[in-house]
C-alpha cells in the first residue's frame, strides 16, 4: 500500500453524488485493506435540541435492520465514544482492546448485552476512529473485523494509519452528499446576511446593527427576514443557531487579535548532540 491509495480514494470521493456511490467507493477503497465491514456516521447539529443522525454502510441487511428496529444505537458504545472523544480505539466483544483488562461487564452492563448480539453476526473486534468537524458536526467510521484482535489487529493498524489520514476528506464528502439530499446545498447567504447574522448572534439589536453598518433599520430587518426564509426557520434565534450549526457562517480570521505568541527568535533548541 502506498499514497496511491489515499489519492486514489480521495478522487474518487469527489466524484460522489450519491449514497450508493459513496457507498460503493468505500467498499472497494477498503476491500485493497482487507476490510470487509465499515459504517460511517454523521450527526449534523441542524437542531441544538434533537441533532439529526445519517449513517452509511455496507452491513449485511439483516443485521441493519435489526439495529434500527432495536433501536441498538442507543446501547452501542461506539457512536457514544465518538460523540464525546477524538482519539482512535480497538474493541473487541469484551471490553476495549487498548486498555488492558477493561471488560464490559464491569461498567457497562448494556453494552456487553449488546455485544453478545454483535457476536451472532460473526463480527469479533474492530476499529473506530472518530471525527469532529469543524462545523460542530461528530462523526466516526466503524470497522468491524470477523476476526478476533490477536488476529485482526495488524489489519486494522494498517487502516489506522491509511483511513485516519483520508477521515476529515472522507466525512466531508458524506456531509456534502447528505446535504445535497436535504436540498441544504442550495442555502445560500449572501455576504451582507451573513454580515448582518453575525452581529445579531453577538447580541446586537437590529438597530445598532443597523447603526454599525451604516444602513437603515428597514434594511436590517429585510435581510433578517430573508435569512429566516433562506433558513426556513421562524425567528432570529433559530437562523443564528441553524447558520452557525452548518457551518454557514463561521467568525472571521482577524490576525490583529493575536494576543499571545512565542517567537522563534526568543529561544532556540538544538537536537544536535
Known amino acids: 500500500m502506498d499514497y496511491r491509495w489515499f489519492s486514489t480514494t480521495l478522487n474518487s470521493l469527489r466524484e460522489c453524488d450519491n449514497p450508493a456511490q459513496l457507498r460503493s467507493v ?6 485493497l485493506l482487507n476490510l470487509n465491514l465499515w459504517m460511517i456516521a454523521v450527526q449534523i447539529p441542524s437542531s441544538l435540541e434533537a441533532p439529526e443522525t445519517y449513517g452509511i454502510n455496507n452491513y449485511d441487511d439483516e443485521w441493519w435492520q435489526e439495529y434500527i428496529e432495536n433501536n441498538w444505537i442507543i446501547h452501542d458504545p461506539i457512536p457514544r ?31 456487553a448485552d449488546f455485544f453478545r448480539k454483535v457476536e451472532q453476526f460473526g463480527v469479533h473486534s474492530g476499529l473506530i476512529m472518530p471525527y469532529h468537524p469543524s462545523d460542530n458536526a461528530r462523526a ?13 489487529r495488524e489489519k486494522l ?46 447580541g446586537l439589536t437590529a438597530k445598532a446593527a443597523a447603526d454599525r453598518l451604516n444602513i ?5 430587518e429585510h435581510y433578517l427576514a430573508s435569512v429566516q426564509r433562506k433558513l426556513e426557520v421562524s425567528n432570529r434565534q433559530q437562523a443564528i443557531a441553524k447558520a452557525v450549526n452548518l457551518g454557514i457562517i463561521v467568525p472571521p480570521c482577524l490576525l490583529s487579535n493575536l494576543t499571545y505568541s512565542i517567537s522563534a527568535n526568543k529561544e532556540r533548541f538544538s537536537f544536535d548532540k
Not at 468505500?26 to 476491500?31: A, K, N, V
Not at 466516526?140 to 478476533?148: S, T
Not at 489520514?165 to 456534502?176: F, G, Y
Request: charged share 25%; glycine share 4%.
Open 26 to 31: 468505500m467498499t472497494q477503497q477498503l476491500s
Open 81 to 111: 465514544y465518538c460523540l464525546d472523544h477524538d482519539q482512535p480505539r480497538f474493541w473487541t466483544l469484551t471490553g476495549w482492546a487498548d486498555i488492558s483488562g477493561h471488560r464490559w461487564e464491569q461498567d457497562d452492563q448494556v453494552a
Open 140 to 152: 466516526g467510521i466503524n470497522l468491524p473485523h470477523p476476526e478476533p484482535i490477536e488476529s485482526s
Open 157 to 202: 493498524m494498517l487502516a489506522r494509519v491509511w483511513v485516519y489520514a483520508a477521515l476529515p476528506e472522507i466525512i466531508a464528502n458524506v456531509q456534502r452528499v447528505y446535504r445535497r439530499l436535504k436540498g441544504e446545498l442550495s442555502v445560500r447567504l449572501t455576504p451582507r446576511e451573513k454580515e448582518i447574522l453575525l452581529l445579531v448572534g453577538e
Open 216 to 220: 437603515s433599520f428597514r434594511t436590517v
